[in-house]
Structures are given as C-alpha cells and as structure tokens.
C-alpha cells in the first residue's frame, strides 16, 4: 500500500508541473486530491487495514495529500500571476488613440457665423466694429434720423414702445448718430445687432439681426458706396457677383437706393433643367439691402458741416444673407434651434 501511495505522490507531482493554467491545474487537484480520487479513498480505508498496516499507511498518505496540497497551491499562485499578467498585455488600450466617435463639441450657430463673416469682410475694407444700445430713445431711433413724426414706423403696430420716450430699437441706425456725437470725422464704422419689430411669419421674426455701415469724410459719394458694396458682395457671395442700384426712399438718406446682387443661383433667370429660378423670380437680380448718402438733415443734428463732410450708409439683415446664401427656405427655422438642421452649416 505504501509504494502504491508513493506511485501516487509521484505521478501527482509530475501532473502538477505539467499543467499549464489553472484550469488544467484544477483538473489535477480533482484527479488526485478529489472526494473520488485514489488518494483520499486510501485514507478513509486505513480503518480496514490490519493493525499492523494502519499506522504507516495513514502517516504515508496522509503526508502525500500534504504535499499535493502544497505543491498545487504554489504552482496555482505562479500560473495565476502569469494569466494576469498576459491578460494585462492583452487588454491594453492606448488611451492616446481617439474616441469612437469624437464627441461633439458644438459650433457657432449660422447666424453666428453669418454676422462674424460680414464683420471680417469690413475690417478688411477698414471699418470699425461698434455697438449700442437695444433699449433706445424715440429721439435717436427716429428724431435724429429725418423721420417725419406721422411716419408709419412710428405707429404702436410698428414699434415696440417701453414708456412714452422709449423704444425696442426698431433698427441699428441710432448709432449714426451717436458715433458722430462721440468724434469728429473722419468715421467708418459698421454695427451689429439685435433688432425689435412686431412682425412675425415665414420672412420675419420680432426679433432678428441687422447690420449699420456709415462712412463720413471729406468728397465721399455715391460711387464710393458702389465700391464698397460691391467689394463686400463679391467677398460675400463670391467674385463673379455684381450689384444693382436702384432708386428708393429712407429717411435718412438722401439720395437712396436699394441694392440688388446678381443671382448665384441661375444663369440668366434659369435653373440647369430650364425652370425658372424661384430665388431671383427669373430677374437674375436679389435685393439684399439699402443704402444712400447720410441726409444732411442727419448731420445737422450733430453739427457737421455739410459743405465739407459727406458720407454714405447702409444696413442689411443678416438672416437675409444667411437665408440667401445658404438656401433656407423659411426664417423660422434659424430659431427653431433642432440640432438636425443647425448640423448642416
């Protein structure tokens, strides 16, 4: 019984040298340590042996099991830190490598986007950036601007009124005049901003966006306004374009006109499939602003001489150019703020 415990030590011993992982290193503990296996079964029979058998018996397997035990303890230890130490290599992530997919990190709305290009091309031409106040007084919104007091603007329908004397700016124009009352000519300045009516529908919104030019100095005329426009709409729209001016009528200017970009969306009023091109209505022209020489009635509220200083202005809006340049068939959608849509530019 004694050599067959040491055949079972032995044969133990190699099996437990020979397992590569702990899965297989299990198996050998059940094959020879197990409640069925050899080993243990001798152990629960050393009762049965002859007197004489029972006590060498027992001591010689009861040692063996011992040494299986320790033995399948210290090479468990050693096959598991080695599988954790290859599950450590392979599931390494290289945290320098990108997310799949990046995440979204946002961007300037189009209106946004729209005014900053019309600003840059201007500070490219020399103009200055300024800005004022959206509350204003009925005096530089509509007093100081040469309008008459039955004008229409002025109506409650028109204009949204806070008190008697003030008014939701109804355009950027008042900082004509205030930017005179703070220097002397020469001035060229440009001013963005928000700007209240009381309209809303597929064109208009109460709130929407506009943008003032004004330029002041000695022997300026209609034909530096021309220039002037002309390099911002090619800027703008791109280098083929030209520009239209025609006759009209603002308060405060004088003469006015209404400024007209050839269209860049058709080639002599027609589509490539030979329909008409419902962005011009076939004309090849848009109207995308106003513009004339500042009124001298204008520059007299701020005591300019007007024997030596002329000058021109001009306003756009800039949901206008976003509309037209972008192809967005409905005002409203620029504030609907869905994600799919303002996605797209």
């Not at 967005?328 to 869905?338: E, G, I, K, Q, S």
């Amino acid at each position: 019984m004694i050599e067959r415990i040491e055949e079972l030590l032995a044969a133990g011993r190699a099996a437990i040298e020979q397992a590569r992982d702990t899965a297989a290193l299990e198996e050998v503990r059940i094959e020879y340590l197990g409640r069925k296996a050899e080993l243990p079964n001798i152990l629960r029979g050393v009762a049965e042996l002859p007197p004489e058998q029972r006590g060498p018996t027992g001591r010689a397997a009861n040692e063996a099991r011992k040494a299986l035990e320790t033995e399948i303890d210290a090479r468990s230890s050693k096959l598991a830190a080695a599988e954790l130490e290859q599950r450590l290599i392979d599931d390494k992530i290289d945290v320098t490598l990108p997310g799949d997919p990046q995440p979204s990190i946002g961007r300037l709305h189009l209106l946004t986007q729209t005014r900053r290009e019309i600003e840059d091309v201007f500070l490219g031409l020399g103009f200055q950036v300024k800005e004022g106040p959206e509350l204003e007084t009925v005096y530089y919104n509509f007093d100081a601007l040469n309008h008459d007091p039955t004008h229409p603007a002025r109506l409650e329908t028109d204009t949204f009124y806070i008190g008697e004397d003030l008014v939701l700016r109804t355009h950027t124009s008042p900082m004509q005049v205030r930017a005179m009352l703070a220097q002397p000519p020469p001035i060229h300045i440009i001013v963005p901003g928000r700007v209240y009516r009381p309209d809303s529908d597929a064109t208009h919104t109460p709130q929407f966006h506009q943008i003032e030019g004004l330029a002041i100095d000695e022997d300026i005329t209609l034909a530096d306004l021309k220039g002037t426009l002309l390099a911002a709409v090619k800027a703008i729209f791109g280098d083929e374009r030209e520009i239209r001016l025609r006759p009209h009528f603002f308060p405060f200017t004088e003469p006015s006109v209404e400024v007209d970009v050839s269209c860049f969306n058709c080639t002599q009023g027609l589509l490539e499939d030979g329909s008409r091109c419902n962005l011009c209505k076939g004309t090849t022209w848009i109207e995308i602003l106003g513009a004339g020489m500042v009124d001298p009635n204008v520059l007299g509220h701020v005591d300019y001489d007007t024997e030596r200083y002329q000058g021109f202005a001009f306003g756009m809006g800039i949901e206008r150019i976003a509309m037209l340049k972008h192809g967005v068939p409905d005002l409203r959608l620029l504030y609907d703020n869905d994600i799919r849509f303002l996605e797209q530019f």
